[in-house]
């Protein structure tokens, strides 16, 4: 069965420091992934996935075959970039439902 | 319009005792999803409707769990015979369609079991 992995329950920096939120799965697939993201007392949204290769609200994040990851990144982290950030997995376009990774939270501090 | 709206937004039971979560999804939205949210579980998927075809029922934990989607619309979770282990966030997601990559979430119903 497939699986994503957050290694981080915790991830904390300090503004304007460089940010990886790491990623991992298991599927021997072609899997579409994404990350969604909760911003304290708002709804579970998504942030961005990687088929579309965006850079949303400064993060990035490539998808790597060969590692089997899908690193979140951002270059300089901002104090509301604090949330907890959830990595998803479906198993291709046809597929509906997503198996997420049980999240790391994001602290940015001043 | 509105997003998808879950009722009620906290709800306190003793174990043992029934509940029912209620959820209303974006309308036009054929595709409706419950996961379940606890500490150091993250999100863990529990059912999925599509249309009138057969939900997914995969996810649920155990027989005490099940979900009806009335007319295509409103979906029903029902946890029956609640333990303290039952007690998490329960949030639904409804999409455009099954094939979909966004879900949009509701706010959530935080379930504790005492």
């Known amino acids: 069965a497939q699986r994503v992995t957050q290694p981080e329950k915790l991830l904390s920096v300090f503004k304007g420091a460089p940010v990886e939120l790491k990623c991992n799965y298991s599927y021997s697939g072609s899997p579409e992934l994404f990350w969604y993201v909760q911003y304290s007392r708002q709804r579970l949204q998504l942030l961005l996935r990687?088929?579309s290769r965006e850079s949303i609200k400064g993060f990035t994040a490539d998808l790597n075959k060969g590692e089997t990851s899908f690193h979140l990144k951002k270059p300089f982290a901002q104090e509301e970039d604090s949330a907890m950030y959830y990595c998803?997995?479906?198993?291709?376009?046809?597929?509906?439902?997503?198996?997420f990774g049980k999240g790391t939270m994001l602290l940015v501090s001043p | 319009g509105a997003g998808v709206s879950q009722s009620p937004s906290n709800k306190v039971t003793e174990k043992g005792k029934d509940v029912e979560l209620r959820c209303d999804p974006i309308s036009g939205h054929t595709a409706l999803y419950w996961y379940r949210q606890s500490l150091g579980q993250g999100l863990e998927f529990l059912i999925y409707f599509q249309g009138n075809s057969a939900p997914d029922k995969s996810g649920l934990p155990s027989d005490r769990f099940s979900a009806e989607r009335t007319g295509g619309s409103v979906s029903t979770l029902t946890i029956q015979r609640t333990q303290q282990e039952d007690s998490a966030v329960y949030l639904c997601?409804?999409?455009?369609?099954?094939?979909?990559?966004?879900?949009?979430f509701g706010p959530g119903t935080r379930l504790t079991v005492t």
């Open positions: 990687h088929i």
């Open positions: 997601a409804s999409s455009l369609s099954g094939q979909a990559y966004e879900q949009y």
């Open positions: 998803a997995l479906r198993l291709n376009s046809g597929y509906s439902t997503l198996t």
